[in-house]
């Protein structure tokens, strides 16, 4: 079965950059659809970028659009995360996810499929 194991997080300080990776174990995952989400303490898990499986099309929520990157990487199927200027309240565990079919809505966590078990991020002011 796809599995998939997210590394890169750690602590930074305001206003700082961190690279999050997403590797899939299995060799059919980077044909789907791969997603980031994060999720605070106490608070709803939700949707950060998106990319498809062939990386032609990238989609990001509002309050990352011009700060973070979602991209595909070559030989090994991985998908990163660049973050950057990033900001206290964005201090969360981050989730890699796959999207196996075709949905209306990139940001509901619903509509994927298989989570990786998260890699945390601290921001601090």
């Known amino acids: 079965q796809v599995q998939l194991l997210e590394s890169g997080g750690g602590s930074v300080q305001d206003g700082g950059s961190l690279k999050l990776s997403c590797a899939p174990v299995?060799?059919?995952?980077?044909?789907?659809?791969m997603g980031w989400f994060r999720q605070a303490p106490g608070k709803e898990r939700e949707f950060v970028a998106a990319?498809?499986?062939?990386?032609?099309?990238?989609v990001y929520a509002d309050s990352v659009k011009g700060r973070f990157t979602i991209s595909r990487g070559n030989a090994k199927n991985s998908v990163f995360l660049q973050m950057t200027s990033l900001k206290a309240e964005e201090t969360a565990i981050y989730y890699c996810?796959?999207?196996?079919?075709?949905?209306?809505?990139?940001?509901?966590?619903?509509?994927?499929?298989?989570w990786g078990p998260g890699t945390r991020v601290t921001v601090s002011s």
């Open positions: 996810a796959i999207r196996r079919y075709i949905s209306d809505s990139w940001f509901n966590l619903r509509h994927y499929d298989y």
């Open positions: 299995g060799p059919t995952a980077a044909d789907y659809d």
């Open positions: 990319i498809t499986g062939a990386g032609t099309l990238e």
